[in-house]
């Protein structure tokens, strides 16, 4: 008998669903950045899972004895994933929410708003833009 390695499907499959409640913890408190963080582990884990799953598929399936733990896996894994979909699209709403928020205000008191000159502090108040004139006679 060989040691599951993390190319496994049931490893795999785990080691995803763990991943996706954890994001989806951080998706449900609306901790984008840090749920973000999580991005490049869970783009490992997904082609962890993949890899598995058809290293699975070309060497014959699943033996009998592990499929009704796979079935339960796989449950896991859509379950997950569903709530990971709807989370994520609320977080990208409310973000976008809040984005539309600061633009209303900027353009309703534009002379007001606060500007930032090239070294990052605030610019100070702001001159009419350079004009010429000239006339014939």
């Given at each position: 008998m060989t040691t599951p390695s993390i190319d496994d499907l049931p490893t795999a499959s785990a080691a995803l669903a763990v991943l996706l409640e954890q994001e989806n913890r951080l998706?449900?408190?609306?901790?984008?950045?840090?749920?973000a963080a999580l991005l490049p582990a869970k783009?490992?884990?997904?082609?962890?899972?993949?890899?598995?799953?058809?290293?699975?598929?070309?060497?014959?399936?699943?033996?009998?004895?592990?499929?009704?733990?796979m079935t339960g896996l796989a449950a896991r894994l859509r379950t997950l994933a569903a709530e990971n979909r709807r989370?994520?699209?609320?977080?990208?709403?409310?973000?976008?929410?809040?984005?539309?928020?600061?633009?209303r205000a900027v353009r309703a008191h534009p002379a007001t708003a606060p500007r930032y000159g090239a070294s990052g502090a605030l610019a100070g108040p702001r001159t009419p833009a350079p004009l010429a004139i000239s006339a014939r006679m």
């Open positions: 998706l449900e408190a609306l901790d984008l950045a840090a749920a783009q490992g884990a997904a082609s962890t899972f993949l890899r598995a799953q058809s290293r699975t598929q070309s060497s014959g399936g699943i033996a009998p004895a592990g499929r009704a733990a989370l994520l699209e609320r977080g990208l709403a409310a973000q976008g929410r809040v984005i539309a928020v600061i633009a």
